[in-house]
């Protein structure tokens, strides 16, 4: 069925699929109880290209463009989320997509489970210094989202990588909220920032892009 999926995620214009074993990341998934995600051990990962042309508007901050942009990858993810998890259940097996971009707890700034930490288990990159996921090609100018299944799926390897000597993310950081190692990342700076261009550059949202523009391995 990898293949089969595999095949989904790109006809629906996805640039990045990877499986990973992710029973034990379970009971630290923010706001889906255990008992709902009981058997679902694999987790899909599915990634889509920002684009190059929409982040080069980004000089000092985000854009109403790179808003629209963000949400449309958004909607594109959770489209695909569907696709994936509704073949699966066909197949007699159980699916939860979970979306791409939804806030359970506004305090925290935190989602139903972290893409990123299943990205990384379905091989698909590394965290960066700018504390997001960095693919090998794209860098970080991909955005992310999850299929938890309790299908037996092929597992992929997990990415054995780093950032090794780029240190272009601490250049572009206007609030050098970002350090050598993605540990040293300065969430409260970081929000603050985003909070900021929220109001300020009239987007609304807590999106930045700068981080994400310059990140190209
Ligand atoms: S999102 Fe913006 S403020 Fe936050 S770390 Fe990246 S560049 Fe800095
Ligand atoms: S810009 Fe360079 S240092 Fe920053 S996350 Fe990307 S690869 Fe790592």
Redesign the pocket.
């Known amino acids: 069925m990898n293949n089969e999926l595999r095949d989904i995620a790109i006809s629906s214009g996805m640039s990045a699929f990877g499986v990973g074993s992710i029973d034990d990341l379970r009971p630290h998934f923010e706001a889906l109880p255990t008992e709902q995600t009981e058997g679902l051990s694999y987790g899909i990962s599915i990634g889509v290209r920002v684009s190059d042309a929409v982040l080069k508007g980004i000089i000092v901050g985000p854009t109403r463009h790179y808003l629209h942009h963000y949400k449309m990858l958004n909607l594109l993810l959770d489209q695909t989320s569907l696709e994936i998890a509704l073949a699966i259940q066909a197949k007699g097996y159980n699916a939860l997509p979970i979306p791409a971009s939804q806030i359970v707890d506004w305090k925290k700034q935190t989602a139903h489970l972290s893409h990123k930490m299943i990205a990384l288990r379905a091989g698909m990159g590394w965290i ?3 504390n ?1 996921l ?1 693919h090998p090609q794209f ?2 100018r991909i955005r992310i989202a999850t299929v938890l299944t309790d299908m037996p799926l092929k597992t992929d390897t997990v990415l054995q990588r780093d ?1 090794a000597g ?5 250049k ?1 950081c206007p609030v050098s909220a ?1 350090g050598k190692s993605h540990e040293q990342w300065d969430k409260t700076a970081c929000l603050e920032k985003l909070k900021y261009f929220a109001k300020v550059h009239n987007v609304g949202q807590y999106i930045c892009g700068l ?1 994400v523009k ?4």
Do not use: D, F, M, T
Request: hydrophobic share 30%; glycine share 10%; net charge positive.
């Open positions: 960066g210094r700018n997001l960095v860098g970080s950032c780029c240190s272009e993310c601490l572009a970002i981080c310059v990140c190209k391995p």
